[in-house]
């Protein structure tokens, strides 16, 4: 049986999804025409990843037991959609190329969230 979450883990997982949904459609019909085709894989890059680690969050609070591993995978899904895909935005839109030195940043946070998942899976510990 799924176990009930806290009311800002909820939060955060409808946040991630909407805000993905909500981040593509802006992409697909705002930015058409006003940024270079580029810009607009860039932008694309990071909706794929911001809806991917999305279902990612919803999936580890339906499928992963308590405990640290989990809540761990979760701060660092949501760290990684924030700092990756996030700094991919900002770079879409024309902020300067140096910025995207924090992308990497945002990656790891996806890599050692999917870890940390599979920690979780296994009953290990952090």
Do not use: N
Request: aromatic content about 12%.
């Amino acid at each position: 049986m799924r176990q009930p979450v806290s009311a800002p883990t909820a939060f955060l997982v409808g946040l991630a999804g909407a805000s993905a949904v909500a981040f593509g459609a802006f992409g697909a019909h705002a930015l058409r025409g006003k940024v270079d085709a580029d810009g607009l894989a860039i932008w694309h890059t990071g909706v794929e990843y911001h809806f991917w680690h999305a279902l990612a969050l919803f999936a580890a609070v339906l499928g992963l037991p308590p405990g640290r591993p989990r809540r761990a995978a979760l701060v660092l899904f949501g760290t990684g959609i924030v700092v990756f895909s996030g700094s991919l935005y900002a770079l879409a839109l024309g902020a300067p190329r140096w910025f995207g030195v924090i992308t990497p940043i945002g990656g790891v946070a996806f890599i050692a969230g999917w870890i940390a998942a599979a920690l979780s899976l296994r009953g290990k510990g952090l």
